[in-house]
């Protein structure tokens, strides 16, 4: 059973910065790829990014696009995301996912494994 292990949510005000972490248990994931999700208040849980196993390539949500950055470093088992210009919209707990399983990367169904999700409070 991989766990993930998500760190770095907190409070922010409108316009700053924060970087999200997550650790995953299992070295095998470190060569696949892994993805953030972000689930505000009474929504659906929602795709933000993902990237590569090798970190090549990544992917973002349109409204995170150009304020944040998915990245990895695959020596130590771990994702992050560097969020920038953050926006009381961007509020939500955001969860790490891994083990794609095949289909449409931004689909909560493709992903086994699940963070607990770390909290991200933007006040305007």
């Known amino acids: 059973q991989v766990q993930l292990a998500e760190s770095g949510g907190g409070l922010v005000q409108a316009g700053d910065s924060l970087r999200l972490s997550c650790a995953a248990s299992?070295?095998?994931?470190?060569?696949?790829?892994m993805a953030w999700f972000r689930q505000a208040p009474g929504k659906e849980r929602v795709f933000v990014a993902r990237i590569s196993g090798s970190g090549g390539s990544t992917y973002y949500e349109g409204s995170v696009k150009g304020r944040f950055t998915i990245s990895r470093d695959n020596a130590k088992n771990s994702v992050y995301l560097q969020m920038n210009s953050l926006k009381p919209e961007d509020t939500a707990v955001y969860y790490c996912?891994?083990?794609?399983?095949?289909?449409?990367?931004?689909?909560?169904?493709?992903?086994?494994?699940w963070g607990q999700g770390t909290q991200v409070t933007v006040s305007s």
């Open positions: 299992d070295r095998t994931f470190s060569s696949h790829a």
């Open positions: 996912a891994a083990g794609w399983n095949g289909g449409s990367h931004l689909l909560i169904m493709n992903y086994n494994y």
